[in-house]
């Protein structure tokens, strides 16, 4: 199951099914879970933990050392979970001492060539980055987010579930959960209804979040009253409630 010109590290932990291709370097400090596939050319570097069921392809770097000048080779960490997707080229950092000291990626993600997940990020489930999108330090990224092509992330922002981001869109503020953010910088386009339908929500809940959009941002009301207002609305729809936590927990100030 392990190609011969593998360079396997004796301090790593790899399940006996796993399959590791010719070439791929896995350092000390690693854990591997069951049934998870490594191609060939791979480098895996600890302290990383990889869960059960994760597929890694050709020239992809997990768990190195965070590109950040304040690093100081402190024994931070990566951890993955299962069944997530690392086309080629991957990059993903582990943490810095600067944070929580780990870069977390939960479960189901796809994440396509060249994609790249920088030092402290926060990923959830189901979450789609396509080719070449880019998340800088300290971003969390919410379930079933999909980013196109070439978008990119500030650092220190978030991305609420069910967001679309566009092809080559700059984030530099927070995204609330459902919205479509597009431009450079982005900026909020409508709410990401076919994500919604695909995701089951049903004919009312998407209109309720359609107006909830409406009273954040086509009302013309500051965020302060708009916010009262989703917080009424919130009380009855269960859907808006992510909706107001997210806006009360942004530092950055969200996407307006």
């Known amino acids: 199951?392990?190609?011969?010109?593998?360079?396997?590290?004796?301090?790593?932990?790899?399940?006996?099914?796993?399959q590791i291709g010719p070439f791929s370097v896995i350092g000390a400090d690693v854990v591997i879970g069951a049934g998870t596939w490594i191609g060939p050319h791979v480098v895996i570097n600890g302290p990383t933990r990889i869960g059960a069921g994760n597929k890694?392809?050709?020239?992809?770097?997990?768990?190195?050392?965070?590109?950040?000048?304040?690093?100081?080779g402190e024994p931070t960490r990566?951890?993955?979970?299962d069944r997530n997707v690392f086309r080629e080229s991957v990059t993903v950092n582990r943490g810095t001492t600067h944070d929580k000291g780990v870069t977390r990626i939960g479960n189901d993600n796809l994440l396509m060539a060249y994609s790249h997940v920088a030092h402290d990020c926060q990923l959830g489930d189901q979450i789609v980055m396509a080719?070449?999108?880019?998340?800088?330090?300290h971003v969390e990224v919410g379930d079933w987010v999909t980013m196109g092509g070439l978008s990119a992330v500030h650092q220190f922002t978030k991305?609420?579930?069910?967001?679309f981001v566009a092809h080559n869109a700059a984030v530099t503020r927070d995204v609330p959960p459902y919205v479509m953010a597009v431009g450079r910088p982005a900026v909020p386009h409508s709410v990401?209804?076919?994500g919604l339908?695909?995701?089951?929500?049903?004919?009312?809940?998407v209109l309720n979040i359609r107006r909830a959009y409406r009273v954040l941002y086509r009302s013309g009301m500051k965020l302060t009253t708009a916010l009262e207002e989703l917080e009424k609305a919130a009380a009855t729809q269960a859907e808006i409630r992510p909706f107001v936590e997210f806006i009360k927990r942004s530092e950055r100030s969200i996407v307006r």
């Open 1 to 18: 199951m392990i190609d011969p010109r593998a360079v396997i590290s004796p301090q790593a932990q790899i399940a006996e099914d796993v």
């Open 56 to 72: 890694v392809f050709q020239f992809a770097s997990l768990g190195d050392a965070p590109q950040d000048k304040k690093y100081q």
């Open 78 to 81: 990566l951890e993955i979970g």
């Open 131 to 137: 080719n070449c999108a880019t998340l800088g330090g």
């Open 159 to 163: 991305i609420g579930a069910y967001c």
């Open 192 to 194: 990401n209804a076919v």
């Open 197 to 205: 339908k695909r995701r089951g929500f049903t004919p009312e809940q």
